[in-house]
């Protein structure tokens, strides 16, 4: 099993980490994509959300709360701040660990999605 996230967990690979309990780790992104932006992984492999159990309701939730806990005490949460899982290929998953992504520091776009099929022009 190739699982990047599980690597840095166990400490096979560097990552810069910011929080680590029991149950979750967070680490910056290798490629910010806002001016924070880290992830909040459960150290439970999880692929994707459409593998999500009944048994993982408590650390998805703890996932959630510790992104708003991180968010506040980096002094970014009353600003606003974007959150994302991303699941399989229409949702840009590229790691099959589940992973929830915090983004802030700035006003995020939305939505995330636009049509880019040209429209015929008219005659
Ligand atoms: P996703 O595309 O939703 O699966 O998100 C995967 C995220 O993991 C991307 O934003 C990557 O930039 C990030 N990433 C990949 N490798 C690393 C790494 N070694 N350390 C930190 N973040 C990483």
Redesign the pocket.
Known sequence: MDD??LK?IDRQ????IIFEDDQVIA???????APT?F?VVPKKRIPTLNDITDEDRLVVGHMVQTAASLAQQMGFAADGYRT???CNEH??????HI?L?VLGGKPMGWPPYQETLKQPVAQ
């Open positions: 990047l996230f840095i690979i560097p990552a810069d680490f910056n992104d290798i490629s910010p994509q932006h992830l994302v899982f991303n949702g840009g998953q590229t790691v099959y992973h992504h």
